[in-house]
């Protein structure tokens, strides 16, 4: 599939978030030039053929009244990650549950992260309770590690949108594109598989 220039100009327009306001997408249709059900059928179209894996929102948990949260990192043995991480991740407190590599040259042994928040630090340490509880994980090595700044939340950038003030850019084809990194917004377009980024 080739993305063409349209294509890269709506991911363009969604990859910092969704105005607010009451039609969103009939805001970026007027940008493009075209009409809110034109945007929307090839959203649905890009979600469909694997451009774009999904679409969420991100949630300003503290505006919320959820003040703490706390990054549970766990030990769990490699032949129980799929189990246990799809069981955690059940949880309504848990916002993300991703598996990541040990490092034993830096003497750590955690393989899961999954990130459970609360309206403070007892809740949060009570909703580890009732997990490690309900899913007989006692004798799992983990650890809570509370958050102590809030940084700027945001979905990956892969595309410029500087870019098309510069005259004459390629269109590329998705298979052209999969082995190139994303890039942010100071380096020229090179990779538009919105899809391809994931918490594992």
Not at 29 to 34: F, K, N, T, V, Y
Not at 69 to 93: L, Q, S, T
Request: positive net charge.
């Amino acid at each position: 599939m080739v993305l063409d220039v349209l294509d890269q100009k709506l991911i363009a327009l969604i990859q910092d978030g969704l105005g607010l306001t009451h039609k969103p997408f009939a805001h970026i249709a007027e940008q493009l030039g075209i009409s809110e059900q034109q945007v929307l059928n090839r959203l649905q179209e890009l979600k469909d053929d694997g451009t774009i894996k999904r679409m969420g929102v991100v949630v300003r948990h503290r505006e919320l009244g959820f003040k703490a949260n706390a990054m549970v990192v766990w030990d769990i043995p490699e032949h129980r990650v799929a189990e246990i991480a799809k069981k955690i991740a059940a949880f309504n407190c848990v916002t993300l549950c991703y598996q990541r590599p040990r490092r034993p040259s830096q003497q750590w042994s955690y393989n899961l992260f999954s990130m459970i928040h609360g309206k403070d630090r007892a809740s949060v340490l009570q909703r580890l309770d009732d997990i490690v509880e309900l899913l007989e994980l006692q004798t799992i090595k983990h650890q809570p590690l509370f958050s102590t700044r809030r940084f700027k939340q945001r979905g990956a950038r892969y595309i410029n949108p500087d870019r098309f003030a510069k005259p004459e850019q390629p269109v590329l084809s998705a298979a052209t594109a999969t082995s190139q990194p994303p890039i942010d917004n100071k380096n020229d377009f090179s990779f538009p598989l919105v899809a391809r980024h994931a918490y594992g």
